[in-house]
T-cell receptor, first 115, second 113 residues
């Protein structure tokens, strides 16, 4: 089944403890992206990747890192998490960032709580 | 900022058609209209998109007005599982803004028995 898989689904951690949220897609998609969703603010893009080894900042990149060493994986790294990074996170992928084709496929989400 | 305007909420009776409107009066000639939905904090789900012609797939139909300033998403026979927040999104056709989807507040559709 074509899908985007995020892990973990739920995570509670303490301030300052490094963590990684994994994202993997099995559709050979070039484009991948991370969003966070917060009440009243909607979904906002954190980072995106047009292809392997090509990443760039979205609207809210502060406090996050990403890497794209292989096409299928796009992990989100929080080097020193803080409570304001408590949020619902989504990974998305697509054949490309061009429109005209199909839409993005989103993962099921990771609910992160930083205490 | 979102370039679309949608009603915050709508109700629909189960089995009836759900017609969700969207205004995008500042849309440019090369911008597409996309629709996604989000069911209770799950990942957003792509529904349909179009440029200027009406489009239909297995999930829904998209009607775009001739002047392209508004569109309507039609779910022909709504079921309880269609209860969700529906987002209308306008996108340019190139690698614009990092392929970012700008989600507005959407329309919360409640399908009632």
């Amino acid at each position: 089944e074509a899908q985007v898989t995020q892990n973990p689904r739920y995570l509670i951690t303490v301030t300052g403890k490094k963590l990684t949220v994994t994202c993997s897609q099995n559709m050979n998609h070039e484009y991948m992206s991370w969003y966070r969703q917060d009440p009243g603010l909607g979904l906002r893009q954190i980072y995106y990747s047009m292809n392997v080894e090509v990443t760039d900042k979205g609207d809210v990149p502060e406090g996050y890192k990403v890497s794209r060493k292989e096409k299928r994986n796009f992990p989100l790294i929080l080097e020193s998490p803080s409570p304001n990074q408590t949020s619902l996170y989504f990974c998305a992928s697509s054949l490309s960032a061009e429109t005209g084709g199909g839409g993005y496929t989103f993962g099921s989400g990771t609910r992160l709580t930083v205490v | 900022d979102a370039k679309t305007t949608q009603p915050p909420s709508m109700d629909c009776a189960e089995g009836r058609a759900a017609n969700l409107p969207c205004n995008h009066s500042t849309i440019s000639g090369n911008e597409y209209v996309y629709w996604y939905r989000q069911i209770h904090s799950q990942g957003p789900q792509y529904i349909i998109h179009g440029l200027k012609n009406n489009e239909t797939n297995e999930m829904a139909s998209l009607i775009i007005t001739e002047d392209r300033k508004s569109s309507t998403l039609i779910l022909p026979h709504a079921t309880l599982r269609d209860t969700a927040v529906y987002y209308c999104i306008v996108r340019a056709p190139r690698y614009n803004q990092g392929g970012k989807l700008i989600f507005g507040q959407g329309t919360e559709l409640s399908v009632k028995p």
